[in-house]
């Protein structure tokens, strides 16, 4: 185990301890100009700067208002699909599962090359149907921008955890279930009654989890960006950000301290997972 | 009556699992029209008529941009997907099978650490890597995108699950017994009898190293060596503004690209269920 621990240090504790320590400095042409640059320590400063930078600070209320779409609708159609599949009523399940997961295996980023076509109008049939249906997709507006882009990933993650949860509810003692509908509970009442509260503990580490990559979101504005400049820009989400600080400003110190407050940001949420999850796990 | 309202419900229950179906599969749908269509005909936008259909032009367009490069780009995915998968099986089985069988000081609170590990997205820690890279001169080097694939901390957590599972403490015991040193014990008779385990985690690294974007894109700067989809992706941005008949050569890419993985998740179900099952349960 410890070759794991050798290649674990070398890829995640070194890295972050460098960023730290860039974080912590700034490279200033010394006073007349010449004779290199220096590193001058200027303690927190870098993260006062991003911190105070309001294009980077947006980029968080624009991810919260993406996770804000995103994350409720991925959950209730992932619960709501796997007690379907749960149910006496549904046919074929496995075949039905199967085919909901598969998107989760196709590369981010072609699935939102592939949906940035679907979204192009004259060549989009998508678009075409929402015209006509009275409705006048443009891509440019927040309002049609931010859920375009969370149906990427409503699209790709939904069957993933549609098979997560169809195993915690095949983990369900089937003498509960049985035993309510011996009392006479219908399969909704069975679904809702029963089955729901004994998911929510893999259904709120789901959400946890999804809320954790919503922090980190890059694909899917970096590549539909082009096509809806007016609402998208380089710098939408806090990855893009610190993406344009690092290779289009070289300002790596910026980028340091933004990649250390948003794995700083991430840990938190984490930690609130798992008290959360320890909690609900313990009530159940 | 209640016959009725049964049939009804269980037409409504497979009802919303086909709306479903169609949704999951309509992007799929419209991938395989597109790789068929001419580059006229996707971007007229009636791709769901079957008129002007030219499938192997595209491929031969494929094959023939850029001198062929797609195919070296494919070569790479394969490269860093398949060295990465092979390692990271081994090494997670290593440290997992290391947690399960043996007591350390600290143990606990290592343990700890992994699960830390698991939650932290790759992205997050993608951008320093690339700090340190760039220090170390790593950068633009094949390393760069390979070593920082050989550490899964989930797959040293599916590696202890399936330890617990499959190696009985007897065997090890035994083995020692024998006189077998610790490497031994673990090569003979640990690692054969978490092949299953190592396969289900070889599966994931490599899937998730092939899905794999944000990393090679910051990390390489020679097209020589990226992998299939950030070549794609740089053709992709290319052809909104230059050319647009590049979008059917993207169209093709991407099919290959998705293809065997799609194949392999297809066939080898047992592994897959089986870790995300124990995901979802631990």
């Given amino acids: 185990m410890s070759p794991f621990f050798v290649l674990f240090t070398a890829v995640t504790l070194i890295p972050v301890g460098y960023a730290v320590y860039l974080s912590l400095y700034r490279t200033e042409a010394s006073g007349l ?17 991003t911190l105070g930078d309001a294009v980077f600070r947006s980029g968080f209320a624009h991810v919260a208002e993406y996770g804000i779409v995103y994350v409720p609708v991925m959950l209730i159609a992932a619960v709501a699909a796997a007690l379907l599949l749960d149910s006496a009523l549904a046919k074929a399940s496995r075949f039905f599962q199967l085919v909901f997961f598969l998107p989760s295996q196709v590369p981010g980023i072609l699935a939102a090359i592939i949906w940035l076509y679907l979204y192009t109008p004259h060549v989009s049939p998508v678009v075409q149907w929402l015209t006509d249906l009275g409705a006048t997709p443009n891509l440019n507006h927040p309002a049609w921008s931010v859920p375009a882009m969370a149906n990427v990933a409503v699209w790709q993650f939904t069957g993933y955890n549609i098979v997560i949860f169809y195993a915690a ?31 929510g503990p893999a259904a709120s580490l789901a959400g946890m989890m999804t809320l954790v990559g919503v922090l ?69 | 009556m209640r016959t009725t309202s049964r049939f009804t419900s269980k037409a409504v229950v497979n009802g ?36 002007e259909l030219d499938p192997l032009g595209n491929l031969r367009a494929l094959i023939h941009e850029d001198g062929g490069i797609y195919f070296r780009w494919y070569l790479n995915s394969i490269l860093y997907a398949g060295v990465g998968a092979l390692v990271a099986g081994i090494v997670c089985a290593a440290a997992g099978y290391a947690f399960d069988k ?12 992994v699960l830390v590990g698991v939650l932290i997205p790759g992205t997050a820690t993608a951008l320093p890597l690339y700090l340190i890279a760039s220090k170390i001169h790593l950068v633009n080097t094949v390393w760069a995108v390979l070593i920082p694939g050989f550490v899964s901390p989930f797959g040293v ?15 090890i015991e035994a083995a020692r017994m024998d006189g077998a040193g610790d490497v031994r014990t673990f090569w003979r008779i640990g690692l054969p009898l978490l092949k299953p385990g190592v396969a289900t985690i070889m599966l994931f690294t490599f899937a998730g190293i092939w899905q794999g974007f944000y990393l090679p894109y910051i990390m390489l700067s020679d ?22 008949a590049m979008a059917s050569v993207v169209f093709v890419g991407s099919a290959i690209v998705i293809l065997p993985v799609v194949a392999a998740f297809i066939s080898l179900q047992r592994y897959w269920r089986a870790g995300l099952t124990s995901g979802a349960v631990k």
Wanted: proline content about 5%.
């Fill in chain 1, 33 to 49: 100009g010449f004779g290199g640059a220096v590193d001058v320590f200027v303690g927190l400063g870098n993260y006062t700067r």
């Fill in chain 2, 102 to 113: 043996y007591d350390f000081p600290g143990k606990e609170r290592l343990y700890a650490l």
């Fill in chain 1, 169 to 199: 509810l095949k983990a369900v003692p089937r003498e509960v279930i049985e035993a309510a509908v011996v009392d006479g509970a219908g399969e909704w009442r069975t679904a809702v009654g029963i089955k729901l509260p004994l998911i």
């Fill in chain 2, 157 to 171: 957590f599916l590696a202890r699950v399936f330890s617990q599972a499959y190696v009985p403490g007897e065997v």
């Fill in chain 2, 16 to 51: 919303v699992l086909v709306v479903g179906l169609l949704y999951t599969l309509l992007p799929m749908v419209f991938l395989v029209l597109a790789v068929c269509k001419t580059p006229g005909g996707i971007l007229s936008g009636d791709v769901f008529s079957l008129r």
């Fill in chain 2, 223 to 244: 097209e020589k060596l990226y992998p299939a989809s950030l070549g794609l992706y740089i053709w992709n941005a290319q052809s909104s503004t230059e050319d647009p």
């Fill in chain 1, 216 to 284: 980190q979101l890059f694909n899917e504005p970096l590549v539909l960006g082009s096509i809806a400049p007016g609402s998208i820009s380089a710098v939408w989400s806090p990855n893009l950000y610190l993406y344009n600080a690092a290779f289009t400003d070289n300002d790596y110190a910026a980028a340091a301290a933004g990649s250390i407050l948003l794995a700083l940001l991430s840990g938190v949420l984490s930690f609130v997972v798992i008290r959360l999850t320890r909690r609900w796990r313990d009530l159940a």
